[in-house]
């Protein structure tokens, strides 16, 4: 008896061990309702808000204004609300059956009406959903619904149900919508007739949900996994808000006047949690949607003690919190397996990704409200994930789009969840820290009251943040690095806010979810716009040119080998691998001025090919930002036919001249086709034309407003057999959300493609691009120097800076041009009147030019500036420098800006010429140096 009792003891010990590992989850879910904004739903403390606060007051009378009309009716009958509802009305069908997508029937008899299933998984459809009103009663016909052809207003037409799309769920959401509303105006009011108004809606609905059985799909396929009851897939149930807020605003009139039916509605919403446990996907945003609704349920059932299956509220909290089953992870899981644990960046593109964060942050604001349990401190990597959200931006505010994205504004609410629960815990640092970043990359109506105020939920929530007006904004620089790298999203972003113009780099791979078939893709910004943009995906991710054309090489920045470069797109696991880059990413202060960079190489699976991408910035002269572009590619096996290098612009027009300011010649052609063997998104280009020409050539992109033109002005360096193509693409689906006008938005995207028959290895694309207002440009020419694996460019600006690039694929390897020589893969020697004034280094052992030679023994990073004398330098490792004697008078030594560290230098003989040598220690900051000559 004394073992069996120490095993219990253990046994018990062991259990609660493994509830402490898991996240909080409540033992009660209170006694009250309404609950499902929070804990304390109190109607005093609304109407108190509804007389201080007029955005309060006006979201209670828009909501009266919206059933009141309705209410009318009822009172004249009160099936007319109900009547309208998508029901099996007359079938009473219990069992639906789909084929993939598409619906594909009824049959069953139940003793209620029950709920009618939708049309297409795909929203598509060539009908409009009715306004209530033209709605027949009870429609519940063989011939399917009784709907206006979009293409023909005046026509109304019987069409079967797998036509509608989404128009069943339409109706029916709108319906619960008024429910909901006329159940919160009946706890806000106490007038009963709200009340009567909503149960009858909610009880038809849920009787029908309860006698519903599980979808079959007749395909057996896919498809049979995502199914919910009232959609195709069961992260859609957004209907699960409309009912979980309309049956708990009338909670305590069901209990008072219909106490017999709430088994039965418990019932209902068991199996729709289950449902929604059962099917979706875990590794995504679904597996948080899911417990999204989920969570719904759960804060509207009671106990588990009041329910013989033990399904309460605290059950299905745990079941989302903890526990994981095949198709729906604990919160854990699911954080350990999509957000990088450094970054704090989520493993989707960027849209999908704010969803998440925003989901993670709402469920952890609800957890708080309901619980006053803090998920954030039992899941830190939130707060990072919030820190690291504006790496996202471009300078204008707008999001990066790569995927199946679209250009739009970075969401307020997770910063405003980050004050509220900064304030609550105490946590002042993060609170001086998010009010900071809300200040600074948000409209001021956000944090100055006149933001609150949309829907109903904000009555219970948003008045809690109060946003301390002695903290300062200061500005988006802040918040985001010159350079980031996110290793589980394979993106890369590099920035530089100028004096005279912000320039901004954004290169994807392909990994992670919602992503593309595009290699090493970018995009590239100027003057307020993403000039070089992302085409989006299409009228939507079902559709046939998101397969043929969005999702594919042909419609991204990026090289193509063979025509048909290819690899599975939405779930990809195609990463590019960095070589190097410079600064440190995430690091936004203290680095060399003016310049970043990036060498990044991708295994091309489709046709085995290599490709290396070289992409930076030189900001370094005023006015004349640019971007390089360095891309290599070759097919393992020899097999190069062709590689094609594609850059899409935003604009009207593309003018392309040679070296000496003449138009070229284009003529039109039927290449780029799928009728020479290439892959279908080529037909989606068209305008086609192109000349074969071996010469380095220039262009210009115009993007022509009303108010200015914006410029992207190119130079490529020519090679044998190489073609140029001016082609039009399909418009950018990306584009959108007040970026651009409505007629620009609506452009085809003018397009230069550039073929090398045969390898791009020893023959790469080389480009240089400058964005510029009004075909103005800050560039007066671009040569090039260098052969097979060395690329060399020089660019002069008119103001009389020249900068040599070097780029090199091997780091060991001198690539030596004039009096200057780089050991490394990418090197910058900048040149003003002939004056050396700065070196930049990467992933190398050398760089020298005029006599300054600045080395290390090993491959480093490093730059150094020549500016009178007030030098400055960085390096991730010691390196020497060394300069010409007679530059010097007497023996100089190096005074450190870090704590006046001073280094004197020694005198060498290099070469038979004497120079001065410094030993500098390594400084991943860059700090400035004051030269001292100190006389004999």
């Known amino acids: 008896m004394k073992n069996l009792l120490k095993l219990i003891v253990l046994l018990v010990l062991s259990i609660g061990q493994l509830n402490a590992q898991g996240l909080s989850v409540p033992n009660t879910m209170g006694k009250e309702h309404p609950r499902v904004f929070g804990k304390d739903m109190s109607v005093e403390k609304v109407k108190k808000l509804a007389t201080d606060k007029p955005w309060a007051q006006d979201i209670i009378d828009k909501t009266k204004q919206r059933v009141d009309p309705y209410l009318a009716l009822y009172k004249k009958d009160n099936t007319w609300l109900v009547s309208r509802l998508q029901m099996y009305w007359k079938t009473k069908s219990t069992q ?47 011939r399917g619904l009784y709907l206006q052809h979009k293409d023909r207003p005046d026509a109304w037409e019987w069409t079967g149900i797998s036509k509608t799309g989404k128009i069943v769920e339409g109706i029916n959401r709108q319906i619960l919508g008024l429910s909901r509303d006329a159940a919160f105006l009946y706890w806000y009011t106490g007038d009963e007739i709200y009340a009567k108004f909503a149960y009858d809606v909610l009880d038809t609905y849920l009787q029908g949900i309860y006698y519903r059985k599980e979808p079959i799909d007749l395909s057996h396929g896919h498809h049979q996994t995502l199914v919910g009851y009232t959609s195709f897939e069961v992260i859609q149930e957004h209907i699960l808000g409309e009912i979980s807020q309309c049956y708990d605003f009338t909670y305590d009139y069901i209990k008072e006047k219909h106490p017999e039916k709430l088994p039965l509605y418990a019932a209902a919403l068991q199996k729709w949690a289950d449902q929604i446990i059962k099917n979706g996907v875990s590794f995504n945003n679904w597996n948080l949607l899911q417990a999204a609704h989920i969570s719904k349920i759960a804060m509207v059932l009671e106990d588990n003690s009041n329910y013989e299956n033990k399904k309460g509220g605290p059950y299905y909290l745990d ?8 198709r729906q992870w604990s919160m854990n899981k699911l954080i350990d397996y999509g957000y990088d644990a450094k970054t704090g960046i989520w493993n989707e593109s960027p849209g999908y990704s704010q969803n998440v964060l925003n989901d993670f942050i709402h469920f952890a604001a609800f957890y708080d409200r309901s619980f006053d349990i803090d998920i954030l401190k ?39 969840y980050m004050i509220e629960n900064a304030q609550k815990y105490g946590k002042k640092e993060d609170e001086v820290y998010f009010t900071k970043m809300l200040k600074s990359l948000f409209n001021k109506e956000i944090y100055s009251g006149k933001f609150f105020g949309k829907q109903l939920e904000d009555l219970f929530s948003k008045e809690s943040t109060q946003i301390d007006a002695n903290i300062q904004g200061t500005s988006q620089s802040e918040f985001v690095s010159p350079l980031f790298y996110a290793p589980n999203t394979s993106w890369l972003v590099q920035r530089d806010f100028g004096a005279d113009k912000d320039l901004m780099i954004s290169q994807i791979g392909s990994l992670g979810n919602h992503m593309h078939s595009n290699g090493i893709a970018m995009e590239l910004y ?42 599975p797109e939405m779930k990809s696991n195609h990463a590019f691998t960095p070589v190097a ?32 991408r070289v992409m930076g910035i030189l900001n370094t002269d005023k006015g004349a930002g640019y971007y390089i572009d360095i891309f290599r590619s070759k097919q393992n096996t020899g097999n190069n036919v062709k590689h094609e290098y594609f850059y899409h612009n935003l604009g009207q027009s593309l003018t392309l001249l040679d070296d000496k300011e003449n138009a070229l010649e284009l003529k039109p052609t039927s290449k780029l086709a799928f009728g020479d063997g290439d892959l279908m998104a080529y037909d989606y280009m068209y305008d086609k034309k192109s000349i074969q020409t071996n010469q380095n050539f220039k262009g210009q992109f115009n993007l022509e407003m009303k108010d200015k033109t914006v410029s992207m002005n190119l130079w490529m360096k020519g090679y044998e057999n190489r073609e140029v193509f001016s082609v039009l693409s399909p418009v950018s689906t990306a584009i959108g959300d007040g970026i651009l006008s409505k007629e620009s938005a609506s452009l085809p995207i003018p397009t230069l493609v550039v073929r090398q028959d045969g390898q791009a290895w020893t023959k790469p694309f080389v480009a240089v691009y400058e964005p510029s207002l009004n075909k103005v440009s800050a560039i007066d020419k671009v040569d090039y120097f260098g052969s097979d694996e060395l690329v060399g460019i020089q660019v002069k600006t008119k103001s009389g800076q020249e900068n040599f690039i070097f780029s090199n694929t091997k780091s060991t390897v001198p ?35 005029d006599g300054y030679i600045l080395k290390a023994n090993s491959n480093t990073t490093a730059g150094f500036s020549f500016i009178e004398n007030q030098w400055g330098y960085t390096a991730n490792g010691p390196v020497e420098l060394q300069i010409p004697l007679q530059n010097a008078k007497g023996k100089p030594k190096l005074i450190l800006s870090d704590g006046q560290k001073e280094i004197e230098g020694v005198i060498k003989k290099v070469n038979q010429k004497k120079v001065f040598v410094f030993e500098l220690p390594e400084n991943k900051k860059y700090i400035h140096i004051t030269l001292m000559r100190q006389e004999k």
């Open 319 to 326: 079941q989302i919190m903890n526990q994981t089953s095949t």
């Open 378 to 416: 039992e899941i830190p990597v939130l707060s990072q994930a919030v820190k690291s959200f504006p790496q996202y931006l471009y300078p204008n505010g707008y999001m990066v789009s790569f995927g199946d994205g679209h250009y739009k504004k970075l969401s307020s609410e997770a910063t405003l």
């Open 526 to 567: 100027g003057y307020g716009l993403p000039l070089a943009p992302e085409m989006g995906h299409g009228s939507s991710y079902f559709s046939i040119e998101y397969a043929e054309y969005y999702t594919q090489f042909p419609a991204h920045n990026t090289v193509a080998v063979n025509g048909k470069s290819k690899y």
């Open 96 to 142: 639906v059956y789909i084929k993939g997508g598409t619906y594909a029937g009824a049959d069953g008899q139940a003793p209620v009406a029950t709920v009618k299933f939708p049309g297409t998984r795909d929203h598509s459809t060539d009908y409009k959903q009715p306004k209530l009103e033209d709605i027949i009663p009870y429609m519940d016909d063989p």
């Open 581 to 612: 880059f410079y600064p440190q990413s995430g690091v936004n202060k203290d680095n060399f001025p003016g310049i970043t960079f990036s060498d990044v190489t991708f295994l091309e699976p489709e046709t085995n090919s290599d490709q290396r």
């Open 815 to 849: 690539f030596e041009y004039n009096t200057m020589k780089v050991i490394g893969t990418y090197g910058i020697i900048s040149k003003e009147k002939q004056q050396l004034k700065s070196f930049f280094l990467a992933d190398g052992t050398s760089i020298e030019s």
